[in-house]
């Protein structure tokens, strides 16, 4: 039997990160990130039950990618005591993404969200025809599966900001998935600019999968992951107001720095900024400065920099890096995006 499911879904940018793991992408401490919008993830599954030839063929805007095929075949072997056909089915992967390759923004974010939610979707498909009520689409299990695919994927699920991780105080706050945040949120965060300039497109030197595993037994390790908590704490405050824009901003750049400070200070130090980053993060304490607008800035595991400002300054911000930021951009290249509303069924 054949079925096919399509979705959308969005990258997220975090701003308390996620830096460090444990057993099965279980995270050192929790994070918290905003859902952007215009970076995403078009994907179509199609599969064959019952196949007694599984094959997986991986389509990226048609064409194929055997490259990525390591893994998704181990991202299917972890999740398939959940989804038992995905042992005896065939299977295409077609996705798209409207960002550019190497453009610094978490590709496998968007991915494999939305590979979670197509095979949660084929997975209540195949089910509706034995047990039809059962099945309703449940987020938790979707972040969940997102997660066994790549972490900071489980927080893509949910519309304007997601939680991941436990934390003390926080009611149903988890490890194993990330949990919505958005009615935690003030309204001025809900169309949060993040316009994200390129300042490289090469691919990274050092992988995300190698910077989590720098952690551990890192000289800040036992540090970075209590002060983690605490800038959670702060930022989950500072989100609830627009008046706490100051308190939201130092969480912010103070986050990003550390990330990039932890690599730089672990037992095989690395570096991902470039010297474009350090001209445009002098460039946005400078503008603030002068200008009173509350833009401050967030860097993902790589040197290009987001951007991240109220609405109300779209304009003026925009101005301002036409003129003064896009010369330190690869090719000119900026991509402006914001806080979105999550993953889409197509
Ligand atoms: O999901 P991963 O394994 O690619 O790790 C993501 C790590 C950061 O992007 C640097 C931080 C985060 O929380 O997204």
Redesign the pocket.
């Given at each position: 039997m054949t079925h096919i499911a399509s979705w959308r879904s969005p990258s997220?940018?975090?701003l308390?990160?996620?830096?460090g793991?444990h057993g099965l992408?279980l995270p050192n401490n929790p994070?918290l990130?905003f859902t952007l919008s215009e970076c995403y993830t078009d994907m179509t599954l199609r599969v064959i039950t019952g196949s007694s030839t599984p094959q997986l063929t991986i389509l990226y805007d048609g064409n194929e990618r055997p490259a990525f095929e390591p893994k998704i075949k181990s991202f299917f072997n972890r999740i398939s005591d959940t989804l038992p056909w995905l042992t005896e089915a065939s299977i295409v992967i077609d996705s798209l993404n409207t960002f550019p390759h190497g453009a610094g923004i978490?590709s496998?974010?968007s991915s494999m969200s939305a590979l979670a939610l197509c095979l949660d979707d084929i997975d209540r498909q195949i089910n509706a025809i034995t047990n039809p009520l059962n099945h309703t689409q449940n987020l938790d299990r979707i972040s969940e599966l997102a997660r066994l695919g790549?972490?900071?994927?489980c927080?893509s699920v949910f519309p304007v900001a997601a939680l991941?991780g436990e934390v003390s105080g926080v009611k149903s706050s988890h490890d194993r998935y990330a949990i919505p945040w958005a009615e935690h949120v003030a309204n001025i965060f809900k169309d949060y600019q993040d316009t994200i300039l390129v300042v490289s497109k090469a691919e990274k030197a050092v992988?995300?999968?190698i910077?989590?595993e720098l952690m551990s037994g890192h000289v800040n390790e036992e540090s970075r992951y209590v002060q983690a908590r605490q800038n959670l704490l702060t930022l989950i405050e500072s989100l609830k107001s627009e008046k706490a824009l100051d308190v939201f901003i130092s969480v912010c750049e103070s986050e990003a720095l550390q990330?990039h400070a932890l690599m730089m200070s672990g037992k095989r130090p690395f570096l991902l900024i470039e010297p474009g980053t350090i001209a445009i993060i002098k460039e946005v304490w400078t503008f603030r400065q002068d200008t009173g607008i509350p833009v401050c800035f967030t860097l993902?595991?790589g040197p290009n920099v987001h951007l991240l400002y109220p609405a109300s300054f779209k304009g003026s911000v925009l101005d301002w890096i036409k003129t003064n930021l896009i010369r330190h951009c690869a090719d000119g290249l900026f991509i402006t995006d914001e806080v979105g509303s999550g993953p889409q069924k197509l």
């Open positions: 997220n940018i975090a308390v990160k996620y830096w793991k992408q994070s990130s978490a496998s974010a790549s972490g900071s994927a927080r991941w992988s995300s999968t910077g989590h990330l993902d595991a």
